[in-house]
Structure formats: C-alpha cells, structure tokens
C-alpha cells in the first residue's frame, strides 16, 4: 500500500507560514523566508501523516504543473487566484525530490496525477482534504476519516460538481445551484446526463455550457488520460450516460 500526498497543500501551508515581511519604508517591502523553517515544517505535516497508517510501502507526493489544461476548456479556470506561489516554494519541491518520490505531470494538476495513479495502480490510499477527489474510486484519507469510495459513488460525486459548480476553481455551475440542492435534483430525476443538461437547460442555458462544466469538475482518471500522447483525454459522455449503481 503507497499513501499518494496532495503535496500541494502541504508545501503551501508551511511555506506561506514561513513568510517575513519586512517594510522598509519609502514603498520598499521586502519578502523573506526562512527554508529550514519551512522544509521542516513540511517533514513534520508528513510525519502526522505516516504515524496515521503505521505501515506502508511508499510515500508518494504530488505537485500541480505551472501549465493547466483546463485552461484551454475555460481560460478563466482558477483566474482569481493570481497570488505568486510563497517564498522557497519550488525550492522545497526540489529538496523532497531527494528523499521521496515526486510526481508532476506536464499539464495536470496535483488531484488529476493522483486520480490517474490511484486507478491505475487500485490498492492505494489517497490523501487529500480537497472534496474534488471523492470523484476516484478507492480509498481516501482527508484528514479526517479514511473511507473507500465505488466507483458509482465517484461518478454521482462528478455530477453533483458539474451542477454546483465550485467558485473555488472559478466555474459557476446552474446558478442558485448549490451541493444540496445539486443532490436533490439527481435524486429526483435520475443520475443521468440528460438531468444535468436539463436542469441547464431549465436557467436558459445550453448543453455546451454543461459539457463545460462537467469537464472542468472532472478529475481524471487512467480512462481519462493517453499515456501515448502524455495528455488528458477530454470527458464526453453518450446521450444516455447514466450512473450505474
């Protein structure tokens, strides 16, 4: 068993956390940051985690490429988020490059490398605290609780987003259209693709703009992804798609 890391919140956290401002006046403000704080700080985030599960094989981190593939389904994907990345960021990627192993697929972010990994090779446990990777099947730790995901339930969890929309990422989803109510709908009407276009449909919006939407929920899986070609394999669902339960 290998615990994947969604390393990208780790090594943000404690990176962040080691910021110094330093306003020297005259509109002079100078950053710093202190690397052994922060590398420390990320090898004790990891050690909590390790302590969790005891026994494991591997710990494997995962990082989000600079380049985004969403990007091109949605130029606006994440825009608001244009903060720089803090002080010794890719510094300390590159130091745990050297005492673990370190996965950043070119185009990917952190949650598709791991949704591509953890189907490829099933047996593994997930770690994350981001709600998008209740869309992969097997077993996922947030911090919380670990608990083991069906496939079924990965594919319901997929819609739901592409309805709710996640203002996090910069999608909107149908509007007034939240988790809860995203629910309801599929349980009243089917978890179908034709629910999701409808429901759309129903606030006057068209069918690309579903597709849309449900592409950029979609975290990827090995299905979703041409190991060939090294890039995603955009997700286009049959008029009839339907979850199976």
């Keep these: 068993?290998?615990?994947?890391?969604?390393?990208?919140?780790?090594?943000?956290?404690?990176?962040?956390?080691?910021?110094?401002?330093?306003?020297?006046?005259?509109?002079?403000?100078?950053?710093?940051?202190?690397?052994?704080?922060?590398?420390?700080?990320?090898?004790?985030?990891?050690a909590k985690i390790e302590k969790v599960f005891g026994s494991f094989d591997e710990l494997i981190l995962f990082f989000s490429s600079p380049n985004?593939?969403?990007?091109?389904?949605?130029?606006?994907?994440?825009?608001?988020?244009?903060?720089?990345?803090?002080?010794?960021?890719?510094?300390?990627?590159?130091?745990l490059k050297t005492e673990y192993r370190v996965i950043i697929k070119d185009g990917l972010e952190a949650d598709d490398s791991m949704g591509v990994y953890a189907t490829k090779y099933p047996g593994n446990i997930i770690?994350?605290?981001?709600?998008?990777?209740?869309?992969?099947?097997?077993?996922?730790?947030?911090?919380?609780?670990?608990?083991?995901?069906?496939?079924?339930?990965?594919?319901?969890?997929?819609?739901?987003?592409?309805?709710?929309?996640?203002?996090?990422?910069g999608y909107a989803g149908i509007p007034g259209v939240g988790i809860k109510k995203a629910t309801q709908l599929f349980e009243a009407n089917g978890w179908s693709w034709k629910t999701l276009v409808d429901a759309f449909a129903d606030k006057d919006l068209g069918e690309d703009i579903a597709l849309q939407n449900a592409r950029?929920?979609?975290?990827?899986?090995?299905?979703?992804?041409?190991?060939?070609?090294?890039?995603?394999?955009l997700w286009d669902p049959c008029p009839n798609y339907q979850v199976n339960n």
Excluded at 71 to 91: A, F, L, V, W
């Design 127 to 169: 770690v994350s605290p981001d709600k998008d990777m209740k869309q992969i099947p097997g077993q996922l730790y947030n911090f919380e609780d670990v608990f083991t995901i069906t496939k079924s339930e990965g594919e319901k969890w997929h819609l739901t987003q592409s309805a709710a929309g996640d203002n996090t990422d």
């Design 68 to 95: 985004n593939f969403r990007k091109k389904i949605y130029p606006d994907y994440k825009g608001h988020r244009n903060r720089k990345k803090p002080c010794g960021y890719k510094r300390v990627i590159e130091k």
């Design 1 to 46: 068993m290998k615990l994947l890391i969604d390393a990208d919140f780790t090594v943000y956290k404690c990176c962040a956390a080691s910021e110094t401002e330093m306003d020297f006046g005259d509109d002079v403000i100078v950053v710093t940051s202190n690397f052994s704080e922060a590398y420390a700080c990320v090898k004790r985030e990891l």
């Design 216 to 233: 950029l929920a979609k975290i990827l899986t090995a299905e979703d992804y041409d190991f060939d070609k090294q890039e995603p394999i």
